[in-house]
Each structure stands twice: as C-alpha cells, then as structure tokens.
C-alpha cells in the first residue's frame, strides 16, 4: 500500500487525554492505603460500609461473598487440574487413595498464586505415579505457606546434600578436627561457611525452622572413619569423603522428616557459588573424589 493510501485513523474518543487523566488519578489513588484497602474489600465483597449507601441486606451481601469466595476456589482447584494434565503423558498411573484425594482438594481449593498450584499439581500428579509419596501432614503444613516461605525452603534445597547412610538432606557449614593436645593449648577455629552469604540468610533459615521444616539446632556428626571412605552428595554429583585428619566431623543443619518430604517436590535448583565454596572448604580436611573420577583434594 503507498504511503497516500494508508487510511486514516480517527480517534473515536475526543476526550482520551481526560480520560488518561482519570486512570492516572485512580493509579494514584490505588497507591494510597485506603484505595488500597476499598479495592481490597471491593474484590472480597467485604466493601458495603465503605459505600456512601449499602445496596443491599446483610444477608445478600454475606450470600455473594460465599459465593465469590466457592467460584473463586472452584477456578483453583480446576487451574490445578489443567496445570496436573499438562504434567501428564503415557506413564502408568493409579487412583490416589480416596481420603487423600478429598483432603487433597480441601486443601488445595485455598491456593490462589499460579507457582503455587504448579507445585500442587506437581504433587497430584506424583501421587498418582506413586501413591502415598506426599503425606497429608506435608499437604497441610504446605497449605499454610507463602509464596516467601516456599522460595525459602526452595533456596535451602539448593544448598542441600547427604552423607554417609542417611538419605536425609542437611544443610553442611563446615567441619572440625579432634582435639588433640596441640590443639587444647592453641585451640582451631572450626571451618565454616555462612550460609547467607549463598541466599539463605538467618531470617529465612528461623522461618523454615519456625514452620518445622528444619530442625532448630546446629548438629555434629560422629567421627568420620579414614576407611572406608565416606558417600557425600551434593547436587546431584556424589562424592567419596577421606579425612586427611583423624577425628573429623561435620557441622550441619537436619531437614525434619516432613521438611525432606517437601523439599523433593521444590525442584533440584543448584547454587554454583556455594557448590564451589562447600567444595573448597571440605578439601580443606578431606581428599574428595566424585563419582566421574574426579579429585578435589590431592593431599596425601
């Protein structure tokens, strides 16, 4: 088409700058606490006395919020559905059990944010391929987190690894020598790392240990034998530990038996950073050597 010959666009609204003006107002008025608020209440159908004149009784008014508030968990619990279906393809699958699946909508019906019914679906799903993988106490401890709270326990998965015979994921900070007689008279501080200084800080390690996902006390674990040597997950690459010393042990944080339920169903985020500093740290007091034939710590 030649340039003459592009129509002519009209602006079917004369007062479209008034109009912009009128949205910049209630932009500005929703930045305020009380339109906050009045849009709050207004989407919870809980606004009738911030009205100049209430519109109807008590009792509709109570009626269209249940209502409100069932088509707003029906939308949940099928997104949820929809969300379980694009997980799903030809694996072999079975009928969760019966009580699992009404306690499982219950709860699941009360989750609103899109990353947050990812995750359920994820969990239905699950509970399909394996029935009886999540346990209704993890669903309702599950049910009552935030979108923050969830991030948190995600971030402390990515820190996360296992020893010796214990399929248990901890949080490792360092380790320590035996006392030995040089050592009562000059003491060594213990190798540590902060953990935030790799995105968990103390704020959201109290969070996780306050929702009963971690255990409260820093731990010690037994004297780590010279032989045989030690299995050391960590994300995803497994690790054979030698101490280079007699009388080593680690430092580090247990996840509660309901706080490794849920962390296999965040996801497998890594963190390079502190992969590469916890690394660093045990080659410090231990020859190290993966599962892919690499060495970490050379010392004899």
Not at 40 to 59: N, T, W
Not at 200 to 217: A, E, K, N, P, Q
Not at 265 to 289: S, T
């Amino acid at each position: 088409m030649a340039e003459q010959d592009k129509p002519v666009v009209i602006d079917a609204h004369p007062d479209k700058r008034q109009h912009q003006e009128h949205n910049c107002k209630e932009d500005a008025d929703l930045r305020g606490s009380k339109g906050r608020l009045k849009a709050i209440a207004s989407e919870y159908h809980v606004d009738a006395r911030l009205q100049e004149v209430e519109q109807e009784d008590l009792a509709h008014r109570s009626a269209n919020r249940q209502r409100h508030v069932m088509q707003k968990q029906q939308a949940n619990l099928e997104a949820i559905i929809a969300l379980t279906y694009d997980q799903c393809h030809s694996e072999t699958a079975h009928t969760p059990d019966p009580d699992w699946l009404v306690r499982f909508f219950d709860l699941a019906r009360n989750i609103h944010g899109h990353a947050m019914q990812q995750l359920w679906a994820k969990i239905l799903k699950q509970e399909m391929l394996r029935p009886g993988s999540t346990s209704i106490k993890a669903l309702t401890i599950l049910e009552t987190m935030t979108q923050r709270e969830a991030q948190a326990l995600q971030r402390a998965c990515a820190l996360s690894s296992t020893f010796g015979q214990d399929s248990t994921k901890k949080l490792v900070t360092g380790f320590r020598r035996r006392q030995g007689l040089v050592q009562l008279l000059r003491p060594e501080p213990p190798h540590k790392l902060s953990l935030g200084h790799y995105q968990l800080s103390y704020t959201d390690l109290m969070l996780l240990m306050d929702l009963g996902l971690i255990l409260r006390t820093e731990l010690e674990s037994g004297v780590i034998e010279m032989q045989p040597a030690m299995p050391f997950k960590l994300q995803d690459t497994q690790y054979m530990l030698t101490p280079l010393h007699k009388g080593m042990r680690l430092y580090y944080y247990r996840f509660s038996p309901t706080g490794h339920e849920l962390a296999k169903l965040v996801g497998k985020r890594v963190h390079p950073d502190y992969y590469h500093a916890i690394c660093e740290l045990l080659a410090e007091g231990f020859e190290m050597h993966s599962d892919v034939g690499d060495t970490v710590n050379t010392h004899a």
